[in-house]
């Protein structure tokens, strides 16, 4: 029944306030899973725009015409560049300017390609500067590093056109491209040639795209995520506690990192952290691998949490989500695993998003097989 | 076996100037003396009253190692504090998050002296993002002069891979305003153009002060007549020689209650606990590990502002023995009568309720003269009080990490601020010697070396053992006793850019104090 479509504006539009901001930022960054840049910046960006009076309205993705056109937003790059250039909204404008004028026609919506870390934000801005509402839906439900890791790519929905943004006077646009693998490719050849960084508009969605293939309510619920630590954290509660119960996660691991191996390569921020257990976990180690997001953690020889399921690094104490990019020697951490959305688990979505596209040759096997709802 | 090390740590805080003489870990002599306003005088008087209650043990003193609070104070309390400059290299990147953007309105409000953005910076790769404009450089210095300013803090993007821009601005700077004392972001921080921005920019606004207060040290030295390098306290629980320590301030942010942490686990021969470091001005509250500070995993913020460099893990709250009582409603701080509390506490005859007052009052401690707070209404006093607690306590309980029951260390002038009981902790204990712990953890603080360097065409463990072998000189150089020196961080980051395999790696040694050239040993 498409009830939803008939709901009236105010249960399908909602003006998201600057708490939300605050909240999402948190939300965000855990579902980063490391990756995604730390949405500081960008959160940094919108407390500026609500000062100045600007603000961000949330659509209900049902409530999307079939026909709507929705702009999927990312920044795209090394999270550690991240750190040295920094998120500006004016620069994220610019490629979403660049589609319409390439396609003629104006935008109904933009929506976040990956909510997971600054990329859930990163649409905010725009939509603060332009006034097109956020759709309450992303592409990933998490961050990944590539183009092809998308639900829309799983789908083997169109995957062109793209429009980049240099801080340059760079402008470039991607008409048309053989495969979702062949637009990472030449996409992030261009985005490293630019300095790893580029404000991005990937292919352009319809409405009945997004409502059959996004990953819906992602804000919202990064939003509520981002709510439930802060609320834990004013309470003295334990945050990672709150975090598991309100993104109905599993604990793997707490520990404290002993070693970080990281090299920026090809555009990918890759390494790998090694962790040695205290508490529950003291007397053995871990090793989680990373490439911008972490994707496998082993303890030995054996796998024990892998991609596409979330794997969390979070501050033992505060909860806050820890970067691939800012992780260091000494910081104490649980390793928290999280449910991949549905579309992930299928035959296609592995091979996407599988440890196999990662560069690790396992077999799949979800912290949660058999726990599932 | 090595000669036996004597040597003098000195705390300098807001209110009290402490010093103790220390032979190996034994506690020779401590004395306990106000700081006063030109900082000179009170540590000379320290030093003087240390050597007579010391007599012959003074004798063979070769370190003075000073620490102090100064810098965090003059922070937190927004006073002291110099106008800086922001110069950051970085168009037409980052255009819309300026140079202050995250600071506390109030403290930007003092601090800022200019905001220039002008082009230039590098890329990850070590490409430049595009050309620097000098042209630009050169109009801020000449504005920033113009408006009175002598402090900058240069900052530019990537500068910790390549401090190319930031080096050639500064010399453009000194050329166009050459009385201006320029801080670069690459020598203080690392990657995360903010956060290392704001170490600059605080850094530039305390320079003036920790000239004055510096000089004042070495002049202190020199007038009590030891022989005797001096050395002023780190964050990390290292030492630094003076003339390096004296241009970078907020290196020694933290070095107060790190010292203070580091003393009292010698004093209590506890090493692993909760500590509560009550000064004249605030209260630090850490978590001792095996005898040294938790380091902070993430941001830090100091008086509001975000950090990132190396840092004790520490909650500052502003509750101290100076602190400002405020009557309907009654208020705990922020502000403290600091180095004042001799002239303007109510028990030692002046006319202002601290918290000090409200402990005499409440009979925790007998202090000045007791009459003079006989006035006070014991309702008043009572809930002072019990503000107070509550909020030692909470903040305690902030800091802990889990439930385990552990004991907390009280140290500190104004450690009898701090509750007998409180949740979570399994017993309080005063430390003896508590009110000097500082002083103490100054004199055992260690010398450190650091290197910091790109190496090429060698594998990253090569790259380690021989920037590792340079800290050691480094740290033999300040004078550490090479026997003692061990590695306290490596840290490496590959450079992709340059031809073949490049690393940069930063290594960080500490060693105990050696003894002196012979002529000053005994």
Known sequence: MSTLARRSPSQTHRALTADDMEALAIGAWILGTGGGGDPYHKLLNMRQLYAEGRSVELIDPMALPDDALVAVLSNMGAPLVGQERLADPDFAVKPLRMMEEHLGRKFDAVMALEIGGGNGVHPMMVAAMTGYPVVDADTMGRAYPEAQMTSVAVAGLRCYPLTMADIRDNEIIFPRAASWRWMERISRKACTEIGSVAATCKAPRTGAEVKQHGILYSVSKAIDLGRKVAQARRAHADPIEAVLEAGHGKLIFTGKITDVERRATEGFLRGKAKLEGLGPDAGSDMVVHFQNEFSVAFKGDVPVVMTPDLICLLDTVSGEGIGTDVIRFGQRVSVLALPAPEVFLSEAGLSAVGPKAFGFDIPFKSVFEGASA | ?522
């Open chain 2, 1 to 522: 076996m090595s000669t036996p090390m004597k040597r003098i740590g000195i705390d300098v805080g807001g209110t009290n100037t402490d010093a103790a003489l220390l032979d190996g870990s034994k506690v020779l002599a401590a004395v306990k003396t106000f700081t006063t306003a030109d900082v000179t005088s009170g540590v000379r008087t320290a030093l003087k009253e240390l050597v007579a209650k010391a007599g012959p043990a003074a004798e063979g003193v070769t370190a003075v190692m000073i620490g102090t609070t100064h810098y965090t104070n003059a922070v937190v309390e927004r006073r002291n504090l110099g106008r800086a400059a922001a110069i950051r290299v970085s168009l037409p990147a980052s255009a819309s998050l300026k140079p202050f953007c995250d600071w506390p309105a109030d403290l930007a409000a003092q601090v800022v002296g200019g905001v220039h953005l002008v082009h230039g910076g590098h890329e990850y790769d070590g490409r430049e993002l595009v050309p620097m404009d000098e042209a630009e450089v050169a109009a801020a210095a000449r504005a920033i002069r113009a408006a009175g300013v002598n402090a900058v803090a240069i900052s530019a993007t990537f500068s910790p891979l390549t401090a190319a821009c930031e080096e050639r601005a500064a010399e453009i700077v000194r050329n166009e305003h050459p009385d201006c004392h320029v801080t670069l972001s690459s020598a203080l921080g690392r990657i995360g153009l903010l956060e290392r921005e704001n170490v600059a920019l605080m850094n530039a606004s305390l320079i003036d002060l920790a000239r004055e207060t510096t000089q004042a040290f070495v002049d202190a030295v020199a007038a009590s007549g030891l022989n005797a390098r001096l050395y002023i306290t780190q964050n990390d629980g290292t030492v630094a020689l003076a003339e390096a320590a004296r241009e970078y301030p907020v290196f020694s942010f933290a070095s107060g209650p790190t010292n203070s942490m580091r003393g009292a686990a010698l004093l209590a021969g506890i090493e692993n606990a909760m500590v509560c470091d009550v000064g004249g001005t605030t209260a630090d509250i850490g978590c001792l590990v095996n005898g040294f500070p938790r380091e902070a995993n993430n941001v830090v913020e100091v008086g509001g502002v975000r950090t990132l460099f190396r840092m004790p893990d520490l909650l500052s709250i502003a509750v101290g023995g100076g602190t400002i009582i405020g009557s309907d409603p009654i208020t705990v701080g922020p502000r403290s009568v600091g180095y004042r509390l001799g002239q303007e506490a109510l028990v030692f005859g002046g006319s202002t309720v601290t918290s000090t007052d409200i402990a005499v009052a409440s009979g925790l401690i007998d202090l000045g003269d007791r009459s003079k707070v006989a006035h006070l209404d014991p309702a008043f006093v009572k809930a002072a009080l019990a503000k107070i607690h509550e909020t030692v306590a909470e903040s305690v309980d902030r800091m802990k990490t889990d439930a385990t029951e552990v004991p907390l260390l009280a140290v500190g002038g104004g450690a009898m601020l701090i509750p007998d009981r409180i949740p979570g902790i399994s017993e309080v204990v005063h430390v003896e010697h508590s009110n000097v712990a500082n002083a103490v953890g100054a004199a055992i603080a260690q010398i450190s070396g650091e290197t910091d360097r790109i190496y090429r065409d060698v594998e990253r463990d090569e790259a380690i053992a021989m920037a590792r072998a340079e800290a050691v000189e480094s740290a033999a150089r300040a004078g550490a006793d090479p026997a003692t020196i061990k590695v306290i961080d490596v840290e490496d980051l590959p450079l992709s850019y340059l031809p073949g395999k490049a690393i940069r790696t930063r290594v960080r040694v500490v060693g105990e104090a050696a003894a002196l050239a012979p002529e000053a040993a005994e």
